[in-house]
């Protein structure tokens, strides 16, 4: 358990920031018109029991908040006996929940990820606390060699369950943030979590006072769907709407049939909003920070047509994908999603960024998922998991004054959110916020849905949807854009079989000639990015760290390489696990979060290491283009490697594949095959034109092996280990 649990705790390494005073806490992050008149005994929650079981503790707690009536118009339950039963994800069994009376269906179970509206965390012993508050008054500049994370192992136990379960919730529901009261002992503390971390208050003692505990939950009964996290430009779909989507979107539909629709909204340039429904997405992320990117096909009634919807939060300093696509678009770039609308969404700003200094946040600043990990590489599942319940319901209102006798409205409401100024944060501790970074909420719609490449027909719909990826790629950067995440996912294939080059999320503008603003074009100097299975061999080994055109061509080449790997059939199936973990999978994740590794890809394309130089297709075009691909990627790594210019001339390569002698190559090209697109779309178009391409169909092989292992072990004999060599 501990182990798993370590796994949620890595996630947020560097994203937390504390401890802020709960006063401030108020102030920022949960601010209300009035104040409470209404006042409680300072002994009101002593009467929860410490020091002895954790479940002894649930329902004391639970009698005391809804008896008390401390959060109108919601109510707490305990649901740390039941596990939740619709969702992505772990099943899990969360302490006390905070649901809204109305609408509340209790025959879908007690635990409702999807209807959470605010989440506790309880421990009976003080000694479990997550995290280490500095003594009273300590200057400012010994804060920052402060450990504000408890790394026991009790604290880096429960600060894993704090993540896990904040992880679970907002994966679950369309959230900017969301809200934890953490108890521990006789003290407790209060969570903020968005898409750029945490924020953690300081602890007090609720059992000598319990006014925080009380003024918390007062502030949260009059916060509005907004302000409780929730997304306010997603609504819930009217059961006429859900019949539709339903119909006009069976073709996606998700393994849970029983998924909501939800109707998003979508800004457009005129001021206007349009509504577009989605039932079940292609991509939603078990993330709680970083892009948390969820991607659906959608329908719009208004127009009767389907599109395509991307929901992530970029990181401010990237470019916006929907000014990139426009750009292209202008370009006439083609093979790439036609942009219909859509933008930065007004308001959707994270907040813990705001307390790290201009100074601070500069030196702190970096794309934390610039390198990003899928899980489609993996043995145990597919790629896209559209069994995800991630809906609620953001209907209700906020609590009106006259709802409330304890409330004074002759306060002012304060803005919440105002990015244009930095909070004070001189409170915070250590280095444990360095990976912070600003993010904001983008959302836009595009007219193609596609499907992903490892739904190819046959080895040919392979190659040509690639190529035409490619062709996009070379056309993009003649138009000054850089990609910088060629990937798995990002290579769509259209209804006609064609390949649409998507994702633009990454992509940069390439600095000009002669061009004044060329310094804000370049990559930051310390940036990698790109998806790690498919990152080329220099930019892993840390021979360059700002990516390059040709960084974006051996992606392709990896990218073509794995699926054939993995769904068509070649001389090599018995070694497929191994050759795709020695290549794609195997790195370290080192402590400040940097991948390490990646040699076992430089192997395979200077030596043929792991798939051997009689490595072959059954289907000899794509065995022809994919060992003429590698061979440019060696001769590329090689050259600058070697920091060599040019290298000695040698034979065209793709003579061999054209079935023609070959001609001597141009010196000034000599051998630096990827210094322009020209040789690889050559090599594209060469085998395209072939007449033997096999009518084969795509087989999972990793599964198939499972399958024949499996069983193997039924009938007591083991089969031949697919890592062998």
């Known amino acids: 358990m501990v182990s798993s649990l370590k796994k949620w705790e890595d996630l947020m390494d560097y994203k937390v920031i504390g401890p802020m005073p709960v006063d401030q806490f108020f102030g920022d992050l949960m601010p209300v018109k009035g104040k409470r ?70 025959s879908k179970g007690k635990t409702q990820f999807d209807r959470l509206e605010l989440h506790s965390k309880l421990k009976p ?21 402060w450990q504000f994370q408890h790394l026991s192992k009790q604290g880096n136990s429960t600060r894993g369950q704090l993540i896990r379960y904040g992880t679970q919730w907002l994966a679950r529901q369309h959230r900017n943030h969301g809200f934890t009261i953490f108890i521990f002992g006789q003290y407790a503390r209060f969570i ?17 006072d319990s006014s925080p505990l009380v003024e918390f939950f007062w502030r949260f009964s009059r916060l509005d769907a907004a302000g409780r996290g929730h997304d306010p430009t997603v609504r819930r779909a009217s059961d006429e709407e859900a019949t539709i989507a339903k119909t006009e979107l ?34 939603d992320r078990i993330d709680l920070t970083g892009r948390c990117t969820r991607a659906y096909p959608v329908y719009e009634i208004a127009s009767q047509t389907k599109y395509f919807l991307k929901d992530a939060w970029r990181v401010h300093n990237l470019m916006r994908e929907a ?29 813990t960024d705001l307390y790290i200094t201009e100074e601070e946040y500069t030196a702190a600043d970096d794309d934390d998922d610039a390198i990003d990990k899928v899980d489609y590489l993996a043995h145990d599942g597919d790629a896209i998991d559209n069994d995800y319940d991630d809906f609620f319901n953001t209907d209700d209102e906020a609590m009106d004054p006259e709802d409330d006798p304890g409330a004074d409205d002759n306060d002012v409401l ?71 995440n060629i990937n798995e996912g990002n290579i769509l294939i259209t209804e006609s079989g064609r390949g649409i080059l998507n994702d633009w999320d990454m992509a940069i503008y390439l600095p000009k000639a002669n ?34 055109i040709q960084d974006d061509m051996e992606s392709f080449v990896l990218v073509i390489l794995y699926h054939a790997l993995r769904y068509f059939p070649h001389n090599k199936k018995k070694r497929t696990r191994f050759i795709i973990d020695e290549v794609f999978n195997r790195h370290l994740v080192l402590p400040d979060g940097e991948h390490e590794g990646g040699q076992g890809r430089r192997f395979l394309f200077l030596n043929m290491e792991y798939i051997g130089q009689d490595f072959e297709m059954d289907c000899k075009p794509l065995n022809d283009w994919i060992l003429v691909a590698i061979l440019a990627v060696e001769e590329w790594i090689k050259s600058e490697m070697e920091n060599i210019p040019t290298l000695p001339a040698v034979p065209d390569p793709l003579a061999a594949i054209k079935k023609k002698p070959p001609s001597p190559p141009e010196a000034s090209n000599a051998e630096r095959y990827l210094l322009t697109h020209t040789f690889l779309d050559n090599a594209f178009t060469t085998c395209l034109d072939f007449s033997d391409w096999l009518p084969d169909k795509p087989v999972d092989v990793i599964k198939e092996l499972e399958r024949e292992e499996k069983e193997g072990k039924k009938r007591g004999y083991a089969l031949p280990d697919a890592y062998s060599r």
Not at 125 to 131: C, I, L, N
Not at 263 to 275: K, L, Y
Not at 444 to 473: C, E, Y
Not at 526 to 541: C, D, I, K, P, Y
């Open 515 to 548: 061009d004044e603003d060329a310094s804000l074009r370049r990559p930051r100097q310390h940036e990698r990015a790109g998806t790690w299975e498919f990152m080329s061999s220099l930019l892993v080994n840390g021979h360059h760290m700002a990516n390059t």
């Open 192 to 208: 903020r979590w968005d898409r750029a971390g945490a924020i953690v208050s300081r602890k007090f003692n609720y059992r000598e």
């Open 323 to 351: 000014e990139i696509l426009k750009s292209l678009t202008a370009a006439g770039v083609e093979h790439i999603p036609k942009y219909i609308c859509g933008d930065d969404i007004p308001g959707g700003v994270t907040e």
């Open 125 to 145: 012993f003080s000694t479990q606390d997550a995290f280490r508050d500095p003594p009273d008054n300590t200057p400012e500049q010994e804060l920052r060699t």
């Open 37 to 106: 008149r209404k006042q409680y005994i300072k002994t009101l929650f002593h009467g929860i029991p410490i020091n002895q079981s954790e479940s002894s503790m649930y329902d004391p707690y639970i009698e005391t908040v809804n008896n008390n009536n401390l959060i109108p118009k919601f109510t707490m339950v305990n649901t740390s006996y039941h596990y939740n039963t619709e969702g992505p994800g772990d099943k899990i069994k969360p302490n006390p929940s905070v649901y809204l009376k109305e609408g509340l269906d209790p």
């Open 250 to 283: 069976r073709e996606w539909a998700p393994a849970n049939l029983n998924r909501p629709v939800f109707a998003f909204m979508v800004d457009v340039d005129n001021g206007e909003t349009r509504e577009f429904l989605g039932w079940g997405s292609f991509s």
């Open 414 to 484: 304060p803005e919440p959110g105002d990015v244009s100024l930095r909070r004070d944060g001189s409170w915070k501790c250590g280095n444990a916020w360095t990976r912070i970074t600003k993010r904001i909420h983008h959302r836009f719609v595009t007219d193609v849905i596609g499907k992903p490449l490892r739904w190819a027909s046959n080895s040919k719909v392979l190659l040509q949807a690639s190529a035409d990826a490619f062709k996009a790629h070379e056309q993009a950067v003649k138009a000054g854009v850089l990609h910088r």
